[in-house]
Nanobody, 122 residues
Framework: QVQLVESGGGLVQAGGSLRLSCAAS????????MGWFRQALGKEREFVAR????????LYADSVKGRFTISRDNAKNTHYLQMNSLKPEDTAVYYC???????????????WGQGTQVTVSS
């Protein structure tokens, strides 16, 4: 049974930082590209960042480029999203996901975590 478990969300003031973690089990983690998505209240889920299975390539949404960094540790079956210079518009539930293809489309991700809330106050 595949499980993706996010942690690290919370409440932070604008300009602050948070680090999200996603621990994976039940899959060959080093064979999967991993992604982060977010969904704000009343909006569709949107792509944030993705990283290839080796960590050799990353891709970011324009809205987070230069502020967020995605990384992974295959030895720990965990990947991360370091979020700096947070803005109120970053407030959302953040989801991690796993895919055989390094993509930005939600439909190409096979496994999803339950989500973690990130709230940025102004």
């Amino acid at each position: 049974q595949v499980q993706l478990v996010e942690s690290g969300g919370g409440l932070v003031q604008a300009g602050g930082s948070l680090r999200l973690s996603c621990a994976a089990s039940g899959l060959d983690f080093s064979s999967y590209a991993m992604g982060w998505f977010r969904q704000a209240l009343g909006k569709e889920r949107e792509f944030v960042a993705r990283i290839t299975w080796s960590g050799g390539s990353t891709l970011y949404a324009d809205s987070v480029k230069g502020r967020f960094t995605i990384s992974r540790d295959n030895a720990k079956n965990t990947h991360y999203l370091q979020m700096n210079s947070l803005k109120p518009e970053d407030t959302a539930v953040y989801y991690c996901a796993a895919s055989r293809i390094a993509a930005r489309e939600t439909g190409l991700y096979s496994y999803w975590g339950q989500g973690t809330q990130v709230t940025v106050s102004s």
